[in-house]
C-alpha cells in the first residue's frame, strides 16, 4: 500500500472511532431524554452518515483499490447524488442523503488533496 492511501487508511479509521463516540453518546442521550435528544439530532445524523462512509471506504482499501478507484467513484456518487438529490415522503431520509452527499464531498476533496501532493 502506498504513502497516500496509507493516509486514507488513518483519516477514515479515524472518522469512524469518532463517529463511533459520538453516536454512543447520542445513545445514551437519547435514553435519558428522547424528544430533547431528537429535536437536536443532526449532529447523529452527520455522525452516521460519516461512519458510513469511512466504512465503506476503507472496505474499498481493504479490497485493494487504488487512490484513483476511489476518487472515481466518490466523484461519481457526489455527482449523482447533486444531481438527483433525495424527494423522500420521509423527512429523515432526507436529511441523511444530504448528510451522506456532504461526507462523500468532503472526502473527495481529502482524496483529491491526497493525490495531488508529490
Not at 500500500?1 to 496509507?6: E, T
Not at 469512524?16 to 431524554?33: G, I, P, R, Y
Not at 483499490?65 to 447533486?82: G, K, M, Y
Not at 436529511?95 to 488533496?113: G, P
Request: proline share 2%; hydrophobic share 40%.
Amino acid at each position: 500500500m502506498d504513502k497516500k492511501l496509507a493516509f486514507l487508511e488513518v483519516i477514515l479509521s479515524n472518522q469512524v472511532k469518532h463517529a463511533q463516540e459520538s453516536l454512543a453518546k447520542f445513545t445514551q442521550e437519547l435514553l435519558e431524554n428522547p424528544r430533547y435528544s431528537m429535536e437536536w439530532s443532526d449532529n447523529a445524523f452527520l455522525q452516521a452518515a460519516e461512519y458510513d462512509v469511512a466504512r465503506t471506504y476503507l472496505a474499498w482499501i481493504e479490497k485493494g483499490c487504488t487512490l484513483s478507484e476511489i476518487e472515481a467513484d466518490l466523484d461519481d456518487e457526489v455527482l449523482n447524488a447533486a444531481r438527483w438529490g433525495s424527494n423522500s415522503t420521509s423527512p429523515g431520509t432526507n436529511v441523511m442523503k444530504q448528510h451522506l452527499l456532504a461526507s462523500k464531498a468532503r472526502l473527495l476533496t481529502e482524496v483529491r488533496r491526497l493525490a495531488k501532493q508529490n
